[in-house]
């Protein structure tokens, strides 16, 4: 059972690159979000999805793009690498229709950018 | 706004000790409270949530909604206890966010 899968683990970007994160779940879950996390800022939304088609904007989303064209994929496009876009970026499902339902993570993928 | 506040970065207790992880909460209705933990090399996975009023690997948390915390307590930490511990609040609405804390991290020394 393979849960949530992300794509590259570790990956090592020039300033003004692009590139796509790759997310994927195999629960059916309708929820997908993207997470990076800092240290001491602990884990800040980027950007999430409540169903195929459906994207919005989380709390840090500038000079990142998704879309979610099925309910198993949700790829992070980096549009234009920046050093402050350095960090480890983690995706998440879930299930909706029930407030407390477990997000499932992804094991991460730490992007450098210099 | 919603809000977690995890005020401690670093708690640092001996093998047997009691454990206190501090999370306080700014929300405007019925919160839902969850602990979340990652282990090194590990992937972020839940540890409980609020609700389901549960122990887990020894661990409680209590929502009190009076001074708006959901700590985590242990009452006798074990070295592998130490992770990365974060507290997190459903959203509002039918948006299914999850908002974070910044996070503690537990070290339990021997």
């Known amino acids: 059972n393979a849960g949530v899968t992300q794509t590259p683990k570790f990956q090592v970007l020039k300033t003004g690159q692009s590139m796509t994160l790759q997310c994927a779940q195999d629960?059916?879950?309708?929820?997908m979000s993207w997470y990076r996390q800092d240290p001491g800022m602990g884990l800040r939304l980027i950007h999430y999805?409540?169903?195929?088609?459906?994207?919005d904007q989380g709390e840090v989303p500038n000079g990142y793009n998704v879309s979610r064209s099925t309910t198993e994929d949700f790829p992070l496009r980096l549009l234009s690498a920046a050093p402050s876009q350095t960090s480890v970026y983690f995706c998440?499902?879930?299930?909706?229709?029930?407030?407390?339902?477990?997000?499932?993570f992804g094991q991460g993928t730490r992007l450098t950018v210099v | 706004a919603q809000r977690v506040t995890q005020p401690e970065k670093l708690l640092s207790v001996f093998k047997g000790a009691p454990v206190e992880l501090k999370c306080n909460y700014s929300?405007?209705?019925?919160?839902?409270l969850f602990w979340y933990v990652q282990y090194s090399r590990q992937r972020l996975q839940l540890l409980l949530r609020?609700?389901s009023r549960e122990s887990i690997k020894g661990f409680t948390a209590d929502l009190n909604k009076g001074e708006t915390s959901f700590h985590l307590k242990k009452p006798f930490a074990q070295e592998e206890d130490s992770a990365m511990y974060y507290c997190?609040?459903?959203?509002?609405?039918?948006?299914?966010?999850?908002?974070f804390g910044s996070g503690t991290r537990l070290l339990v020394r021997p």
């Open positions: 998440a499902s879930r299930l909706t229709g029930d407030m407390n339902t477990e997000a499932f």
């Open positions: 629960m059916n879950h309708e929820y």
């Open positions: 999805s409540v169903g195929a088609g459906i994207t």
């Open positions: 929300y405007s209705g019925s919160p839902e």
């Open positions: 609020h609700i």
């Open positions: 997190a609040l459903d959203s509002v609405g039918s948006s299914y966010k999850l908002i």
